[in-house]
């Protein structure tokens, strides 16, 4: 019950200097706009629900979990490879797809997810062929049957 709010700002503090400062410029202001994108929403990734990070890169999709109960998940998309991608979550609940976002973008998508096995992937042409999807599984049931228990740490 900790609020990761402050730890991230920490965070987002220290990587100022860096990568942030530059997407930060881009995102924050209307001055001179981009073209066209009046939808995105600048609220830097807070949705309803628990939120996820995917990390959307030239052509892999990391996800911050892989652990997903029933429920309201918002998936914070960053695109941090060099082509436009997207972010798909289809399952037993649906399909959901975001806007597509430019390099070094990001957007955010909520879905409820059921229990069941979702395929998360980028819809862009061709990319989920290209390794752009992971499976996730919802509900109460331990990793699958790779013994891959070793999941890099999430930053905490
Ligand atoms: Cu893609």
């Given at each position: ?48 629900g628990t939120q996820v ?20 998940y918002t998936f914070t ?66 990793a699958p049957s790779t ?10």
């Amino acid at each position: 019950m900790t609020i990761p709010h402050i730890r991230n700002r920490v965070l987002l503090g220290v990587a100022a200097g860096g990568l942030t400062a530059v997407l930060a410029a881009c995102g924050g202001g209307g001055s001179g706009s981009s073209s066209g994108d009046s939808s995105n929403d600048n609220s830097a990734g807070t949705g309803p629900g628990t939120q996820v990070t995917a990390e959307m890169t030239d052509f892999h999709i990391n996800l911050s979990t892989q652990k997903f109960q029933p429920g309201e998940y918002t998936f914070t998309a960053k695109n941090m490879g060099h082509h436009t991608h997207g972010l798909e979550v289809e399952g037993p609940g649906g399909e959901k797809r975001s806007k597509d976002i430019e390099p070094g973008q990001s957007t955010t998508l909520t879905v409820n997810l059921k229990s069941g096995s979702y395929e998360v992937y980028c819809p862009v042409d061709g990319h989920k062929d290209l390794g752009m999807k992971t499976e996730i599984t919802v509900g109460g049931a331990p990793a699958p049957s790779t013994d891959n228990n070793t999941s890099p740490g999430n930053g905490y």
